[in-house]
């Protein structure tokens, strides 16, 4: 069964303390890897996608990067304005309708 | 580019009433939509998947009759909850993706959110 963990639940972090979160996945064909922000009572923005194992790809702070098994969002010198929660989804191979598999977010708080 | 519009933001109404909700796609055609629920402090919940053109493939356990879903053009698609109940009060997201402009077409793009509270 395709599956998404995303660990930790939540993180507190100090302004400018670096940190990982964790996205692993089993999915049958990796389609794609998607990283979203979603702030409280909005819809979930679009960082990034990932498509194959090595890739990386960076914005501002963030930086993302993906093995077979998991991929890592890397927030370096975090800001409180990064405080959100941050949501993992997976796209399987065989999956030609484009449905997401979502992982249940990491609480992302930042205090200065 | 890539930006999704969802209208209202957010609505009360009386319980047995029906809400209808729409996602637009602003800067770029959508061929596909998706409607999810969330719940406070839980991740999204898909509902349905829509075409345009096409009936919606609903996931298990969501009913047809009561959460009706219109896909009638490339930047318009409606949800309809028919006959709300308490229990229907949520956030409803809608999501699209497509081409034109920006967007990459495996990426799925997502509305504001429709809060909803039935009485």
Redesign the interface.
Known sequence: EDQVTQSPEALRLQEGESSSLNCSYTVSGLRGLFWYRQDPGKGPEFLFTLYSAGEEKEKERLKATLTKKESFLHITAPKPEDSATYLCAVQAGDNQGGKLIFGQGTELSVKP | G?V?S?HPSWVICKSGTSVKIECRSLDFQAT?M?WYRQFPK???M?MA?SNEGSKA?YEQGVEKDKFLINHASLTLSTLTVTSAHPEDSS?Y?C?A?GMGGSV?Q????????T?LLVL
């Open positions: 890539a999704v969802q596909t998706f839980q991740s999204l898909l998947t493939t956030f997201i999501s993706r990459s495996e990426t799925q793009y997502f509305g504001p959110g809060r």
